[in-house]
């Protein structure tokens, strides 16, 4: 039996950085949640960029993915979210701002997973 655990990152970054950002987060998402048998797009977890009011920062966010962990379907979520942050991590040359959280469900406190500056 498997419980919920809410897992989401938050990008943040210039606009032109954080569109290639997006860009590749849809394309990790919907190639890893067709791998399954699942019926839609990985990519519906991520929202549209958003625009901040000063400084040419730009954000958006992964949503969780609502499936229980301990199930094979979790598997998805899981590896998505761990690709994107590796490419993340891969390019050196673009500005960007991130953390993966964990919370709610059954899961009893919220943590920060990871974030840009953890090694």
């Known amino acids: ?8 990152i938050i990008v943040t970054g210039n606009s032109e950085d954080i569109l290639k950002a997006h860009s590749r987060a849809v394309q990790i998402f919907d190639v890893e949640f067709s791998r399954g048998v699942l019926s839609q ?3 519906i977890l991520i929202t549209p960029v958003v625009g901040g009011y000063v400084n040419d920062e730009f ?5 969780p993915d609502g499936l229980k962990e301990g ?10 979210r761990a690709s994107f942050l590796g490419w993340l ?3 050196e040359d673009l500005y960007l701002d991130f ?9 009893e406190s919220a943590d ?3 974030h840009k500056d953890a090694r």
Do not use: Q
């Not at 039996?1 to 989401?8: D, E, I, Q, R, T």
């Not at 954000?59 to 949503?63: E, H, Q």
């Not at 199930?71 to 998505?80: H, M, Q, R, T, V």
């Open 1 to 8: 039996m498997g419980y919920v655990k809410h897992n989401a």
């Open 41 to 43: 797009k990985g990519s």
């Open 59 to 63: 954000s958006f966010l992964i949503a």
């Open 71 to 80: 199930w094979p379907s979790s598997d998805y979520g899981d590896n998505a």
């Open 89 to 91: 991590r891969s390019e």
């Open 99 to 107: 953390v993966e959280v964990a919370f709610g469900g059954d899961f």
């Open 112 to 114: 920060v997973i990871t």
